[in-house]
Each structure stands twice: as C-alpha cells, then as structure tokens.
C-alpha cells in the first residue's frame, strides 16, 4: 500500500497548494486557465482513447454503463455530497459563481485513475513490492492536483480519497485480480474511460453540460466483455 498512500499524500499536498494559488488568481485568468485545462484533458482523452482495440467492446461498455448509472444516479448522489461539503466550505468560485465541488471531485478522480498506470502500478505494488511506476504517477499527480486545484477548488482534494479506495483495492487484491486485468482489458478500460474524459473535457470548457460520473460504471465492464468478444 505504499505507493498508493504515496499517491493519496501527493494529491492531497498538490491540492492544498493549489487551494493558495487560487487566492491570488485573476478572474480572466482563472476563466483561461479553466479552459485551457479543459483541451489538455482533451488532449488525454483522445489519445487514451486510442488504446482500445474492440470498438463493440467501447459501444457495449458505454451503454451498459450509463443504464447502471442512471439507474443508481451517480450524478445526482455525487452532486449532494459536494452540496453537503459547500455548505461546510463555502468556497465560492470567480465570478459570483459557486464553485462545484463534486465537478472537481469528478474530474480529478477520473484524471488521477483511469488509465494504465494507476492499474499496472496498483498490481506491480500488490504482487511484487515494486512501487516505482506509483511513485512516478504521484509526482505527476501533485502537479496536476496544483493546477487543477487552483481552478477547480477543494473538491480535487477530495478526489484523493477516491485515489485511496480504487488504486488501494486492486493493490490488496492484487493476486486475486490480476488474472482478470489482462494487457487485453486494461487497455480496452483505459479506452472506456478516456472516452468519458473527453467528455468531462467538453463540459470544462462549457459545450456540454453532460453528466459525466453517470457513465463511470462503464469503465469496469470490458472486465466481463473481454471474456466473451
């Protein structure tokens, strides 16, 4: 668990520098800043996005996902708990607005976790003691935890603990879920949530308005298909 609560410790440290750095920063600036976060996601999306090799399995994972989603509302219970926690911060974004503290939770959490590192690193942790590939995912999570913090607020923070949970589940059952994620499905669950990213990176930068954490629980559902397509 040492890489993983390295990890934790990164993101929550970047944050916090970030929550300061968002103090002195410029409405215009902060407005920029936003957007020009929103095309790098952009950026990572799309080239997450490449990884995958079966589009049935993307189309198939994205359905079945967001069904489960809406079904659970992830969205709205997600969006409560942010509620919950304004009301305990009462941050207020530029502009008058305030800022949503369950848009940055989403954001980060889905930036920090989705993608190879965070599942190859968890397993090289769990199986064999080797937490260099963690260690290597903090510092670049701590740097984005500064950035993304400085626009998006307390809730980046809050994603560390969502960083805890699912890089700290697969390194403790590393041994019973490493014959399930194969080359095969980490690949294809990258792909799956690099297309929900490109996603959050259109709402950053204000052309949808979609809801984003309602198609997580696809991520985890080319898992079950790389058995069968």
Known sequence: MLGTIVNTA?????????????????EKLADTLMKGLGLCTLFLGISGSLKGENT???????????IIGEGVDLEDKLNRF???IETKFQKNSRGGKKMSIAEGFV???????VGAMAIV???????????????????????????FASTMGVGVLCSAAF??????????????VAPLLTENVINEMTCVGSVII????????????????????????????????
């Open 121 to 147: 690193g968890a397993l090289q942790s769990g199986l064999q003691g080797n937490h260099e590939m963690l260690f290597n995912k903090s510092m670049l999570d701590f740097v984005s935890a500064i950035i």
């Open 82 to 84: 942010g509620k919950w």
């Open 198 to 229: 490109i996603g959050l990176a259109l709402n950053m930068m204000g052309i949808t308005k979609l809801k984003v954490m309602n198609y997580v629980p696809a991520i985890f559902i080319p898992i079950i298909l790389c058995r069968f397509l």
């Open 107 to 113: 954001s980060a959490s889905l930036l920090f976790c």
């Open 56 to 66: 049935l399995i993307l189309i198939i994972s994205m359905v079945v996902g967001a």
């Open 163 to 176: 960083v805890l949970v699912y890089q700290g589940s697969i390194t403790l059952l590393a041994q019973w």
């Open 10 to 26: 990164a993101v929550l440290a970047g944050g916090a520098i970030g929550l300061l750095l968002k103090k002195g920063l410029p």
